[in-house]
């Protein structure tokens, strides 16, 4: 798996005039007039800005509030096309079904490479700029096995992570069983090279518990991590087998009895919870506020694709949870930071992401406001004033803007 090329940076920068610094490390402390200096890509100090060491750079924010940058865990950029018409359809009263994925795979396998890997950097760069400095992507407009290759090959140029969603729904003109045979063999075998984790849409229209749980198995044979879509548009039962298989997430999770809330409790699986595609397909909000008073681990990601969410925007979802979800600032930032980490396996270690810590790596972000209270105080206005990747400012030696 390949990440976006980044200039490595070779001086000692300070950041400083950060009025208010979240760092989501494990303390959940928010600093007050605070500095960092980053070297190599990395976080070599952090502290109170009148302790600030001598860096060769300084850059002074002007009293604006720093954070780590978005950790977006649910995508699909892997397409050609919109679906506007679709869209408009549904404000007009159509219901989200399984079936318009099918509009975006005819226009997929249309598509060239080039094309496809222009677009999914396009929504990349729109998402930087909005604050995400990690991002995960799928396969699965593909569905045959030459296109799902060369998404999953195009998506490892453009991603951090990729998922294999070869189980997406089955291709039109397809025997359900010759496609799973091809899903779980030759499809899985070819398209391994260029990803880490499989995923299967586990819902009416698309593949029920026992087809998910074969396609997850596949998966988990091969060496791949497992992530679910479950529990979109009815109880499809995803979220049971996710926790039951281990999976590393669930996503949706708008249909929840109290027995799927108690077993993601008692789990590791974090559910990943998409705002804007539930205001897009007209869905109830999952019920965050009783996952998190029960304990469960929660992740926010935009779901940014064609048909279900034409959005890479993270405050938006942020602001969205705050609003409309019952989430306070503190619990939709760590979501879409540190809980995203976790439901991507990157909350530790050296190449931690979602948290700001010395040695870890400089992926932060300075708003254009003085406290990320901002967010959702200020909905809808655009408040990235910065964003370093791996110490780099994207544009500023980094990759162009
Ligand atoms: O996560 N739910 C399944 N897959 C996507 C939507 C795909 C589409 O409608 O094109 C999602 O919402």
Known sequence: MTSPPVTSQQ??????????????ADDRERLLD???????????????????????????????????????????????????????????GQRYEAGGINTTVRATRAATEEQLVANALRLRLEAESQGTT??????????????????????????????????????????????????????????????????????????????????????RAAGLGLRVHGNQLGFSGGVRL????????????????????????????????????????REPFPPARALLDAGASIALATNCNPGSSYTTSMPFCVSTAVLQMGLTIDEAIWAATRGAAQAVGRERGPDAVGSL?????????????????HLAYRPG??????????????????RPV
């Open 11 to 24: 001086t000692t920068e300070l950041i400083t005039g950060i009025a208010e610094l979240t760092t989501q």
């Open 34 to 92: 605070a500095a960092l200096v980053i070297e190599n890509g990395r976080i070599a100090w952090i502290g109170s800005a009148a302790d600030a060491p001598a860096a060769d750079r300084r850059t002074d924010v002007g009293g604006r509030a720093a954070l780590p940058g978005w950790v977006d865990t649910h995508s699909h950029l892997l397409f050609a096309g919109d679906r506007a018409a679709e869209f408009e359809a549904r404000m007009a």
């Open 134 to 219: 990690f991002l995960e992507t799928k396969t699965g407009y593909g569905l045959d096995l030459e296109s799902e290759v060369r998404s999953a090959r195009a998506a490892a140029t453009v991603a951090d992570v990729v998922t294999y969603l070869g189980a997406h729904v089955v291709p039109q003109g397809h025997d359900r069983r010759d496609y799973l045979d091809l899903v779980t063999g030759p499809m899985l075998a070819a398209v391994a090279p260029y990803v880490s984790y499989i995923d299967a849409f586990c819902e009416a229209g698309a593949f029920d518990v026992e087809e998910t749980r074969e396609v997850l198995l596949a998966g």
């Open 242 to 281: 996710a926790v039951e298989l281990g999976a590393a997430s669930v996503d949706h999770c708008n249909h929840l009895e109290a027995a799927d809330i108690d077993a993601l409790a008692q789990s590791t699986t974090v559910a990943t919870l998409l705002p804007a595609c539930d205001l897009s397909t």
């Open 357 to 373: 810590q010395v040695g870890g790596l400089a992926d932060l972000q300075v708003l254009d406001a003085p406290a990320v209270a």
């Open 381 to 398: 206005v655009p408040l990235t004033h910065a964003v370093w990747r791996r110490g780099v400012r994207p544009g500023v030696g980094g």
